[in-house]
């Protein structure tokens, strides 16, 4: 599964949303999708850092407890990749 979150940030960022329960709400959003679909590995879109991407695994309960997050771009958002199973290797 691949999905274009659209700045996940915390709210503690710049570009983040206004607050806390903003922030909840968004999770709760996506992970309802994602817990819905359960796929094996997902490809997220512009997540942007310190963390975000652990917030959606704890609010997941279709469990994907592993991740790789890319180099972040000029504008501070990367890539991230999450599975169910261990990544072997990534590349850049």
Do not use: C, Y
């Amino acid at each position: 599964m691949t999905w274009n979150v659209q700045n996940l940030f915390l709210p503690s960022h710049e570009d983040g949303p206004d607050d806390q329960t903003s922030f909840e709400q968004k999770l709760a959003s996506l992970a309802a999708v994602i817990d819905q679909e359960q796929p094996h590995v997902l490809a997220l879109q512009e997540v942007g850092p310190d963390g975000p991407i652990g917030h959606l695994q704890s609010a997941l309960t279709h469990q994907m407890p592993h991740s790789i997050e890319g180099q972040p771009d000029g504008r501070g958002i990367r890539v991230a990749f999450l599975s169910t199973e261990p990544f072997q290797s990534s590349h850049e």
